[in-house]
Structures are given as C-alpha cells and as structure tokens.
C-alpha cells in the first residue's frame, strides 16, 4: 500500500471511531455505526482482501476498547460483516440504490449478529430498551450514508477519480 493510502485509511478509521464514540454516543435520535459502514465500504475499494479484514478486526476492537461492551464482541462481528461484503460486494456493482441496499442489509445481518451474540454472552442487548429500534434504524441510517458517501468514499481511498463503478 502506498502511503498516501495508508494515511487516508487511518484518518478515515480514526475519523469514524471518534464521531462514533463521541457524537453518536450522546446522541440517540440519529445511529449509525459508522465504523461498520467504513468496514463494509473498503470491500469496494481496491484494498487487499487481507488488509479489509485485518482494518474491520482491529476498528472493532478499538470499538470494543473504548466502549463498556464484552471485549471483542464488535471485533469479530465487523471482521464477519466485512467478510460477507467481500464475499458479495458485486451485488453493489449496479448503482448507488443497489449499494445503498447492500449495505443495509450487510449492516442489519452486523446489528442482529451484534445482538444475538451479546445476549448469548449476557449483555442483555435484546432485553434492553430499543433494541427493535435499534434493528431497523441503523442499517437504514447506514443505507442512507452509504447512498450519499460510497463513491466518495471510494473515491477517497483509492485515490483514483476515474475508477468508481458504483455511482
């Protein structure tokens, strides 16, 4: 990976932790998961299948880290998600609409593993309050970022203004 890269790809992540662990944190009426996003929208880009998987494990993990939740919970559950959008990213191929849908359900598969696997481990999350809003309202705000910023950020990290083939 060339450097710029590298810089770019770090500043997003870093990026997307902050906003998620600081602004979305405190704020309930809007939730994204924007560090799930960013995990899915680097299988559209021209990084290394190895280096999407490795970015998802250790996003989630820092996640996991800042957060009160059962450490490495969101590690594997990102590195899982990020793993079905390699496995299925020419879904996205057609447009922004069918990227927009792939996320949302990429992002809803994430929430429910999210919640089945914290409940198992006795997080409580399906018990909580919220969680079917919780279900329908990420993967939905996800599919609406994803509409607007995919071939940005593609764009973005792959450094090449000419390659996008999901606008």
């Known amino acids: 990976m ?9 500043f997003v992540i870093l990026a997307a932790i902050v906003i998620q662990t600081t602004l979305f944190g405190r704020v309930r009426v809007v939730t994204p998961d924007l560090v799930m996003l960013v995990s899915i929208l680097f299988a559209l880009t021209r990084l290394r299948t190895e280096a999407v998987l490795g970015l998802a494990f250790v996003s989630g993990l820092v996640i996991d880290l800042l957060g009160s939740s059962l450490l490495g919970l969101r590690a594997i559950v990102f590195t899982v998600v990020a793993y079905l959008a390699i496995r299925t990213r020419e879904r996205a191929e057609i447009g922004r609409l069918a990227t927009a849908l792939w996320v949302g359900v990429l992002t809803f598969v994430g929430v429910v593993l999210l919640v089945l696997i914290g409940t198992l481990f006795g997080e409580a999350i399906l018990l909580g309050d919220g969680a079917l809003g919780q279900l329908l309202l990420v993967p939905l705000t996800n599919m609406v970022i994803a509409a607007l910023l995919a071939p940005t950020f593609v764009r973005l990290v792959d450094g090449d203004r000419t390659s996008f083939r999901y606008a």
């Open 2 to 10: 060339r450097l710029r890269r590298v810089l770019v790809v770090v």
